[in-house]
């Protein structure tokens, strides 16, 4: 049982991630469909038919068309489970109907109290989401992230910070329970500025890494290049990793 501004979530792959609250159960960004060890559950970073059968308001969100955050296998759930919802980028090219939301940036959906939803930008393609559900307030930044590639120029790695940190303000108005934030290894030494920029600005409780594919040693090293701040960095070692979060004042 999850109680009121409780949540179990689990590390699915990459920058997948599902989320089980109170009320509520929601997924961003399967990409990988393939379990690990062949078992289809939860815990082997896959959503099986019985995990969708179960639950009650799942939410299906989607930040953006790449390939590494968006499977169409998700529209096969329907058949699983018939109450669910979808929340997509206006980049991915599906027709809108009664259970998909296409979005821009910086609109809202307010249901009857029950959920709130505000689209915010990225520094690639699509969308961040920003989430009230049950007494939590959750932010998943897709590929919002501080690109800092050192083939580019020092001229566009400043833009880079630039952009990240210009729509990194505008998420101060919110205070964020649990952040999904990119920490990719791709950029070498680099690639805890966006993680550790968002924990000092933000200031998370919980900050959960993200877009790091099967590198799991690199949340054990953010959750030290973190520790001299007052937020948490999740340690994820594995596939369908569950943690728990139970907010407290």
Request: net charge negative; aromatic share 14%.
């Amino acid at each position: 049982m999850v109680r009121d501004k409780e949540a179990i979530i689990h590390h699915l792959f990459h920058s997948g991630v599902a989320i089980k609250t109170s009320n509520h159960f929601l997924i961003f960004d399967y990409y990988n469909d393939t379990p690990k060890k062949g078992i289809r559950k939860i815990d082997n970073g896959v959503i099986s038919k019985k995990d969708l059968n179960k639950e009650e308001n799942p939410i299906v969100f989607v930040t953006h068309s790449h390939h590494d955050h968006f499977n169409p296998i998700i529209f096969e759930w329907e058949k699983w489970n018939e109450d669910i919802t979808y929340i997509l980028s206006d980049d991915i090219e599906v027709e809108e109907e009664d259970n998909r939301y296409i979005m821009k940036k910086y609109q809202e959906i307010n249901w009857a109290n029950d959920i709130y939803i505000k689209t915010y930008g990225t520094t690639d393609q699509g969308l961040s989401y920003y989430v009230e559900v049950d007494g939590l307030n959750i932010f998943h930044s897709g590929d919002l992230n501080w690109w800092h590639w050192k083939k580019f120029s020092s001229e566009k790695q400043k833009v880079e910070e630039e952009d990240y940190k210009r729509e990194i303000e505008k998420l101060k108005e919110k205070d964020v329970d649990i952040a999904f934030v990119p920490v990719d290894p791709r950029l070498e030494e680099f690639y805890h500025l966006a993680g550790r920029y968002f924990a000092e600005t933000i200031k998370p409780k919980l900050l959960i890494p993200i877009h790091f594919s099967d590198n799991y040693a690199i949340t054990k090293n953010f959750s030290k290049e973190i520790k001299d701040l007052q937020v948490d960095g999740a340690i994820i070692e594995k596939r369908g990793e569950k943690m728990r979060f139970r907010k407290s004042y």
